[in-house]
Each structure stands twice: as C-alpha cells, then as structure tokens.
C-alpha cells in the first residue's frame, strides 16, 4: 500500500481502510509493506504520528529525498529477520554503497530541520489549487489536495499535455504529464509563497498564447 497515494494526487489512505485491509491480510497470513516515501506528509496533514500509520505493516519504507529534500535516500523498517534478509538482496542486486556517512548525515539533518516544514508545502499547493481554480480552463479536485500535490486537468483548454509543458518550462515553471489530459505540480521546500503566486500568472500567460 502506499501513503501518501501518488495516483490520487498526495491524498491520505485512510487508517480505517487500512486497519479493515490489514485485518483481511493477517487473516490469510499475507505480510503487508507500506510504501511511505511521502509519508511524512500524511503524519503533517493529520498529526497522527509516524508509528500509528506504521503499526498495521510488517515493512514500511520512507523516502528522505523527496517532501524532506535530502540528496538521497531511503530508509527500510521491519523485523530483525526482514532487514537480515533485505541487506543480502540489496547486496545481490548490486545496491550496496560505501563511504555513506554523508549520505546518512544528509538524511538526518532532512529529518531534523524539514519534517516539521512540510506544512508549508501544504499550504503553497492549496494556495496553487485555488488560485489555478479560478482559471477557467483548467478543472482541480480541490478535495484532493490534501498534501504537496496538485494535479490539473487541462481538457478544456484545447492545448496537448506535451504543448502546456513545454510553454510552462520556457517560463521557468515545471510540472509533468500526469495522464491524457492532466499535470501535476509538486511543491517542495525549494517553492514559496510567491513563486506559487508567479507560476499562476505564467499559466494564465501560457492558457492566453
């Protein structure tokens, strides 16, 4: 399972479905692995904490890259057994790194300095949502974007994913096809408040080209 669910534009799996998903599972004695790479948002979003959304999982993986902005990084949660058996296949498969001490203290200062910020990443993507969704031509899910995800659909304006894209990266804003008709936007902690404001004007720019 995954949580946040990129899919569903940043939204929040909900611990009910995944206590009734997880009780079905235990039951059949299937394992269940959280695939938490955005995690972080989810626990910002609602305040419940990182252990509570873990309980139900025998693994859990966490990105430290991406709503954290490391430079690299991932981290493995489960058993003893399970991390045994997961270092032997990360070795087989040509994953094993040396010298990572920068690395690992990357990721740490990502988890004390920018966990906690994320909420503003929230923030900037609502503020995107809404100002975007006053454009006519372009539709959101305003309901969705529960985390730092936005996506757009962009049917109405007549113009090509690929056409769109590429008019918003001439003018420094960059999103990615998400679909037939729709892009996503991202924020992160390199994008502030004005920057969302300016990304607006370049769309209303790019929709009226």
């Not at 139900?56 to 709503?67: A, N, T, W």
């Not at 096809?177 to 920057?195: A, C, M, Q, S």
């Amino acid at each position: 399972m995954e949580n946040t669910h990129n899919r569903a534009g940043g939204t929040i799996f909900p611990k009910e479905e995944i206590a009734r998903i997880a009780s079905l599972a235990s039951e059949h004695k299937i394992k269940m692995h959280l695939d938490g790479a955005r995690l972080w948002n989810a626990v910002i979003a609602t305040g419940t904490p990182l252990h509570i959304w873990a309980k139900p999982f025998d693994s859990v993986s966490v990105c430290l890259s991406k709503g954290l902005g490391a430079p690299i990084g991932s981290v493995v949660a489960g058993s003893e057994e399970f991390i045994k058996k997961a270092r032997r296949n990360r070795k087989m498969f040509g994953g094993g790194m040396r010298q990572v001490g920068i690395i690992a203290s990357a990721g740490i200062h990502a988890i004390e300095n920018n966990f906690n910020r994320l909420i503003e990443d929230h923030r900037n993507a609502e503020l995107l949502a809404q100002r975007l969704s006053e454009i006519e031509a372009l539709k959101i899910d305003l309901k969705s974007v529960q985390t730092n995800i936005v996506v757009i659909d962009i049917t109405e304006t007549k113009k090509s994913v690929e056409q769109i894209l590429k008019d918003l990266k001439e003018k420094g804003v960059l999103l990615v096809p998400f679909g037939e008709n729709k892009i996503r936007g991202v924020t992160h902690l390199d994008v502030k408040r004005n920057d969302i404001l300016e990304a607006v004007e370049k769309f209303k720019y790019v929709l009226q080209k």
